[in-house]
């Protein structure tokens, strides 16, 4: 049964080393302590096996919605039973009334550390090594209606197992939500998570969903591969605020170097703004990655071409933007309309040519399917109208109206002319 460890000197003592808990978990050595709480090693003293116990810090466990959230980790975790997530197996209260957790003790160190103990990248394809089995176990996560929301290199932990292998673990479930829990435990508005993981919807107050998991893994890969985030400032609002306000860089933008185009697209599109174009499924994400990575066979990486260009700040880019635009407009105003080109006229008689031919064609093809379907009957020889007989009657005068004022003339009766009678006739 090993001892506890000595605590460092200068920290106030802990009430809880060399505690037990639940009567059966001995509290040996405090590993670490967040905003939460504190993680500690621990002994099953009926199993004699080293375990992880995480307990909720004092000044959060007296609000009963920040138990209940605690709690839920357990839960959370417990009912996904992925290989690659963190083993959740026991839960409880400590005298003083703190609440507490039970997990697998893993032995390793997280992604935040394995970075900082390089120089901040990874190769490409220990990129995909690591991210592969994280994506699977945030689509298992999704399957069962739960969403991470503080998916971060640090809660990546790559837990070294017996034969010397490494198996990412997902940890720290404080901040999932359940799609179908309590509103208290997570209300729109309320901005919780990582600034420089988080989506772009988490800055307007919406809850984030799968989408916004599928992002937080594009930033991880991100920085990965080029040791640099893509969106960093002084101050977490100035993250947020570039986040809302920029599109995605690419690396070499923020890293300098040379980096495949298809890689940098698949990165641009798994940090797209909006939430619905990104990856459907992390699983999704990672494969179109890596089919990137492999396609590539040149040297590629932050050393391999030109330095990093000057990162600015959010007043700089927006400043840097204005002038921009001043100046685009002022060279507009200034410059001269630019001449209209004389159309060349060769085109439309090229183009009135072509249709004159084409109309001729289907005339004649239709003339002649036409005659084909129905000859024509024989045309008659035309035979010229009768000619009238001239009338020997000669026509009547035409009949002039006097003018006005005078009387018709009057036309004497014609003279009679009696025939002329032989004398031998008279009797």
């Known amino acids: 049964m090993s001892e506890p460890a000595p605590e460092l000197e200068g920290d106030a003592p802990d009430p809880l080393l060399g505690a037990i808990l639940g009567g059966r978990y001995r509290i040996l050595e405090r590993l670490g302590e967040g905003g939460m709480g504190a993680v500690y090693r621990a002994e099953h003293l009926e199993l004699e096996r080293e375990v992880a116990v995480k307990t909720l810090a004092p000044e959060l466990s007296t609000r009963p919605v920040n138990v209940e959230r605690f709690q839920r980790e357990a839960r959370t975790a417990s009912k996904i ?27 390793g160190r997280d992604l935040d550390e394995e970075l900082a103990a390089t120089d901040g990248t990874l190769p490409p394809a220990r990129v ?41 673990k997902v940890v720290d479930f404080g901040l999932a939500m359940l799609t179908s829990t309590d509103a208290r435990l997570t209300q729109a508005g309320y901005l919780s998570g990582t600034p420089h993981y988080l989506p772009p919807e988490a800055a307007h107050g919406d ?14 890969a991100f920085e990965a591969l080029c040791g640099a985030l893509p969106f960093d400032a002084e101050n977490p609002n100035g993250v947020l605020v570039q986040k809302v ?3 995605p860089p690419r690396m070499a933008e923020v890293a300098g ?8 697209l698949v990165l641009q599109r798994g940090l797209h703004p909006e939430p619905a174009k990104r990856y459907a499924t992390a699983t999704e994400l990672v494969d179109e990655l890596a089919r990137a990575i492999g396609e590539s066979s040149a040297a590629w990486g932050p050393g391999a071409g030109g330095a990093a260009r000057p990162r600015l700040t959010y007043e700089e880019y927006r400043n840097l933007s204005r002038a921009k635009v001043s100046a685009v407009r002022e060279l507009e105003a200034s410059a001269p309309p630019p001449a209209r080109p004389a159309a060349s006229r060769a085109p439309l008689f090229a183009a009135l040519a072509g249709a004159l031919a084409v109309s001729a064609v289907l005339a004649l093809g239709l003339f002649a399917w036409w005659g084909a379907a129905e000859p024509a009957p024989p045309i008659a020889p035309a035979t010229p109208p009768p000619v009238a007989a ?38």
């Open 245 to 247: 306000t920029m599109d």
């Open 128 to 168: 995909i090594e690591v991210l592969r089995p994280v994506a699977s176990a945030l689509d298992a996560c999704h399957a069962r209606g739960v969403i991470h929301r503080d998916v971060k290199p640090s809660n990546i932990f790559l837990a070294r197992l017996g034969d010397g292998s490494l198996s990412p």
């Open 390 to 427: 001239p009338d020997p009657t000669p026509p009547a005068p035409i009949e002039r109206e006097p003018p006005r004022g005078e009387e018709p003339p009057v036309i004497a009766p014609p003279p009679v002319v009696e025939e002329a009678v032989a004398p031998d006739a008279v009797a």
């Open 257 to 264: 170097g040379e980096f495949p185009e298809a890689v940098e």
């Open 81 to 107: 039973g992925h290989p690659n997530i963190v083993d959740v197996f026991d839960l409880g209260r400590a005298a003083d009334g703190t609440p507490y957790l039970v997990m697998e003790r893993l032995e």
């Open 207 to 220: 809850l984030p969903g799968a989408a916004g998991d599928v992002y937080a893994l594009a930033t991880i």
